[in-house]
């Protein structure tokens, strides 16, 4: 009877164990890695069809439509991610969550709240991680959150590889804003700013490879700071970069071969009409000065050399022509030409006098033209 008892003694204990380990709360951790692998399969599954759809799409207004789906789908998924990372920011299932949300936003441009929160919660809690790298280039497309986010493990990070990539894609960020500035003051600052951190990154991870590409860090850097100190150096009362190009049949010059002329430096395309209109004029132009120290030097822009030829063939234009690689020149970067015509007047003595997008109009172009032609003559004696 007492084995009996015991028996059912141990089973009913048995029984209890089993009973309090059903009620046992659920692991917040594995529910919360759980609910991320959920959210991240749903995202690639809808992310992928609307992928097929874009590349099957007819027309550039359904092409954009999609995108703006892809994007409303990062948005969306951006706040499941979230939640799962506010269980607890601290942890690892929290870092996976913000990196999928960074990554997936980043690719189409997404912002919002929910991106600037994964921002914070990275530069909080993460930036010591050295996994950060990998989403540091989707970050560049983020905007303002983007560049909290670069600038918080540019300053914060232990991995010399992340942090160094992280100072590189600021400078580099900040170097393309110059595209679009046209005042010196505004032109140094950005131009000293960007070099700092170019600099630093050098420094700190030389040897980083910059996304896909082959190139590292040191050698993006020192480019890109030559790039910005030929625009910090390029403005009226400067002296002129020095640019080297082809001529039509294919042989090497440069701008200093003209040392000594006014040299009028016009890029222009033949599918520009307001630059077509010109030749006449420049025609004019080149046969009057025809015996003084002058050259019109034209760079094409068109992407063929036979579609400049052609045009030639039948527009009268006896002057230098500069053609090398299209819209890809030295001279369009070097120049930081966004529009055609753009002219450059530049002295006998290398130094840029004038500037000018569009058409000056001949009398003002040929004004500022036979002032320098005066002041050559006279230098020469």
């Known amino acids: 009877m007492r084995l009996l008892c ?17 009620k046992k709360p659920a692991d917040p951790k594995n529910e919360r890695a759980t609910k991320l692998a959920s959210v991240k399969k749903t995202f690639e599954e809808e992310n992928k069809e609307l992928i097929a759809r874009l590349q099957k799409a007819e027309t550039p207004v359904d092409a954009r439509n999609i995108q703006a789906e892809m994007r409303e789908l990062a948005i969306v998924t951006a706040s499941k ?43 909080e809690h993460h930036v010591a991680n050295a996994k950060v790298k990998e989403f540091l280039i989707p970050a560049m497309r983020m905007g303002a959150a983007g560049e909290k986010l670069l600038k918080a493990v540019g300053e914060k ?28 003051k ?51 009362g400067k002296p002129a970069p020095e640019v080297e190009s082809l001529l039509l049949d294919g042989k090497k010059t440069k701008l200093s071969d003209y040392k000594g002329k006014v ?35 034209s760079v094409s822009v068109d992407d063929k050399k036979e579609t400049l030829q052609k045009f030639m063939e039948k527009q009268e234009m006896p002057w230098v022509h500069w053609w090398d690689n299209g819209q890809e020149n030295k001279v369009m970067k070097l120049y930081r ?45």
């Not at 590889?161 to 595209?179: E, H, P, S």
């Not at 395309?269 to 120290?293: N, S, Y």
């Open 186 to 236: 505004v032109v140094a600052a950005l131009v000293k700013e960007a070099t700092a951190l170019l600099e630093e990154a050098a420094k700190v991870a030389p040897d980083v490879k910059v996304g896909s590409g082959t190139k590292t860090i040191a050698a993006f850097a020192k480019s890109e700071i030559e790039g910005m100190q030929a625009i910090a150096n390029l403005g009226v």
């Open 157 to 184: 990070a232990t991995d010399k590889d992340a942090k160094g990539l992280a100072l590189f894609l600021r400078g580099y960020m900040i170097g393309q804003k110059l595209d679009d500035e046209e005042d010196e």
């Open 263 to 297: 040299v009028l430096l016009d890029v222009w395309a033949t599918w520009c009409g307001p630059c077509v209109a010109m030749i006449p004029h420049e025609r004019d132009l080149v046969k009057k000065l025809k015996d003084k120290p002058f050259t019109l030097v």
């Open 337 to 381: 030409v966004k529009a055609f015509p753009t002219m450059y007047l530049i002295d006998h003595t290398g130094v840029i006098r004038h500037k000018w997008v569009g058409s000056p109009g001949n009398d003002k172009l040929d004004a500022a033209i036979e002032a320098l032609v005066k002041a050559a003559e006279k230098a020469k004696g």
């Open 81 to 123: 991610l979230l939640k799962v990372a506010e269980g607890d920011p601290k942890d690892d299932t929290a870092f996976e969550a913000v990196s999928f949300l960074l990554q997936t936003c980043g690719k189409v441009g997404a912002t919002g709240p929910d991106v600037e929160k994964a921002v914070g919660i990275i530069a």
């Open 6 to 22: 015991a028996a059912a003694l141990s089973l009913s204990f048995g029984l209890w164990l089993a009973y309090a380990e059903d």
